[in-house]
Every structure is written in structure tokens, then in C-alpha cells.
């Protein structure tokens, strides 16, 4: 029952800045721990950023000081500011989250939105 929409990707130039979001909606109680991972063309899905509990941030040493995972408990959102943005950080980029619903806690994907570093 619960969907996860994205959006924020697109193409920025090298050194550039993006923001993305994911918004949960359905019959939610609440949100145990969220994830934002990628995957480049042919490469494995790799974990980019994550939450889990109430505050603690887990980051990719690749990712580390460049970006910031963050939520807003209100919306049901989860947001990634990517700074200082490299051609390898080029990907598709995924959203998970673990929620507790009527039915239970279960994991769920985003669709993935693309993200292209190029000059």
C-alpha cells in the first residue's frame, strides 16, 4: 500500500548541486530507517546514504563531506543534497525505507531517478 515517488534528478555540470526527494504516501505509522542508494550502468547497487532510528547517518566513503541525507518527519519525505557533484557520481539513483503500517513493517523501493554529471 505504500508508494514512493522521486524526483529532483536531472543533468548538472561537474562541481554543480542537486537535490532529491522522496515522498512516501499511504497508511503509514511511521519510518524505522531510510536509504538512498545508486546504480551506475552495468555496476552493482551500491548504498549511498543512509538513516537509521531516529538521527544516526551512515555515509559512503565516496559520498562523505559531498553529501547530506535528511528527513521531514511531516511530509513522510526523505531529501539527499549532492554537492560538489563528480562524473562518477553519475547514476540512477534509489530510495528504500523501511515503514510500519497497518500491516506491518516492510521494505520499499522508489523507482529510481536518473542523475548525470556531465560538462
Known amino acids: 500500500q505504500v508508494q514512493l515517488v522521486e524526483s529532483g534528478g536531472g543533468l548538472v555540470q561537474p562541481g554543480g548541486s542537486l537535490r532529491l526527494s522522496c515522498a512516501a504516501s499511504g497508511s503509514i505509522f511511521s519510518i524505522n530507517a531510510v536509504g538512498w542508494y545508486r546504480q551506475p550502468p552495468g555496476k552493482e547497487r551500491e548504498l549511498v546514504a543512509g538513516?537509521?532510528?531516529?538521527?544516526?547517518?551512515n555515509y559512503a566513503d565516496s559520498v562523505k563531506g559531498r553529501f547530506t541525507i535528511s528527513r521531514d518527519n511531516a511530509k513522510d519525505t526523505v531529501y539527499l543534497q549532492m554537492n560538489s557533484l563528480k562524473p562518477e557520481d553519475t547514476a540512477v539513483y534509489y530510495c528504500n525505507i523501511n515503514a510500519r503500517t497497518l500491516y506491518g513493517s516492510e521494505d520499499y523501493w522508489g523507482q529510481g531517478t536518473q542523475v548525470t554529471v556531465s560538462s
Open positions: 538513516i537509521t532510528g531516529g538521527s544516526t547517518t
